[in-house]
């Protein structure tokens, strides 16, 4: 087992190194179990061994988690939205024990519920980095280990991969997941990086469309893997959010449109019976697409990312990509996840019922 564990040490070194995690720290784990690393704070963190029990307060953790865990028998408790996202998506059908996975961990602004936590007796924490010390605070005071995480970037997300795959011990499975993205990513880019601004259509996503219309800018997220994708965000020199009326979108007449995830009632058909969105190019050509839910709503970075970009890229040059989707979740889900997602279960990741008349969409429809 030493000399296993040094080998992975040997080979993950650049790597770890790269995103926090110091050369004694990738000895200490190869050596005797140790478990250290940098979270996104800049904290060194050590763990006597792999985490058996975590808790994960920011909401896309808790898939990210079962994802490299390959399960929930290590997920001690979770934020609310996150257990809702895991049984509305494919990973309440895979394990169905997650509905008993404690999720009263955390209050309002996530703030934590230190009882609840205690209760649960977690070997580490992990919390946002950027929401101020004051969520942070009260785990540590409480005598928990706790690790941050911050948000919004594909290299932050790689970096919670990495982080996640060194607590529980399996740093092969988060690189593996590291790999897949650098794979699926140098993949698109060959083929995007070849197309000329004008022929690039301007992709809108929104955060909120029933509430408000909010849509995403510089520096979201979305922005970057619309870019990569081959789109072009209209949005993209406005804030990270910002709130705009129906006549912004009618000058920017966006020729795709992303809807988020996160709001339970939205449909396109709402976007299409809009009154005063009727001469949007994205509306006039059905091409409006509910982003789809799989082990994690796909709209931010998490473990299924790759999968994410495929989708979007066939949605904006069919001429251009190809990919047998549907095969590749069920690869994807095999390996990640141990399971294979039935026709019916993909049916639903890809929101079928909702996007199955869209514009572009047949090659994804079973």
């Not at 509305?88 to 936590?117: A, C, R, T, Y």
């Not at 795959?165 to 593996?176: D, F, L, Q, Y």
Request: glycine share 8%.
């Amino acid at each position: 087992m030493k000399i296993i564990w040094q080998e992975i040490a040997r080979r993950s070194m650049p790597i770890l190194v790269a995103c926090g995690v110091t050369a004694m720290g990738a000895q200490a784990l190869a050596a005797d179990g140790v478990v250290s690393f940098t979270d996104q704070s800049d904290r060194e963190i050590t763990l006597d061994k792999p985490a058996e029990r975590v808790a994960t307060i920011p909401i896309p953790a808790a898939s990210m988690f079962v994802s490299l865990d390959g399960g929930t028998d290590r997920l001690a408790a979770m934020h609310k939205l996150s257990k809702s996202a895991l049984l509305e998506g494919v990973l309440g059908d895979f394990f169905p024990q997650s509905k008993d996975v404690p999720s009263d961990i955390v209050g309002e602004g996530f703030m934590p519920n230190i009882e609840s936590l205690l209760s649960v007796n977690p070997d580490l924490v992990f919390q946002w980095a950027h929401r101020g010390d004051d969520i942070i605070a009260p785990i540590s005071n409480a005598g928990l280990k706790v690790a941050t995480f911050r948000y919004g970037t594909e290299d932050l997300a790689r970096g919670w991969i990495r982080i996640m795959g060194s607590v529980i011990g399996n740093p092969e499975k988060a690189e593996r997941l590291i790999a897949w993205r650098d794979d699926v990513m140098a993949k698109i880019k060959a083929k995007t990086d070849t197309i000329a601004d004008a022929d690039k259509p301007r992709t809108l996503y929104f955060l909120r469309f029933n509430s408000e219309l909010k849509v995403s800018g510089k520096g979201a997220y979305n922005s970057f893997y619309i870019d990569l994708a081959g789109g072009q965000n209209p949005a993209i020199d406005g804030p990270t959010w910002t709130v705009v009326g129906p006549e912004q979108i009618l000058e920017w007449n966006p020729e795709v449109i992303l809807l988020n995830g996160f709001e339970t009632d939205l449909d396109p058909q709402d976007v299409y019976d809009n009154p005063l969105l009727v001469d949007v190019a994205a509306v006039k050509n059905k091409r409006v697409y509910r982003v789809p839910l799989g082990g994690y709503r796909w709209d931010p970075p998490n473990q299924e990312s790759p999968l994410m970009w495929m989708w979007l890229s066939q949605i904006l040059h069919p001429d251009l990509f190809d990919w047998d989707l549907r095969a590749e979740i069920k690869s994807a889900y095999a390996w990640i996840y141990g399971q294979v997602p039935s026709d019916q279960q993909i049916d639903g990741i890809l929101r079928v019922s909702q996007n199955g008349d869209a514009a572009n969409y047949a090659p994804f429809v079973n």
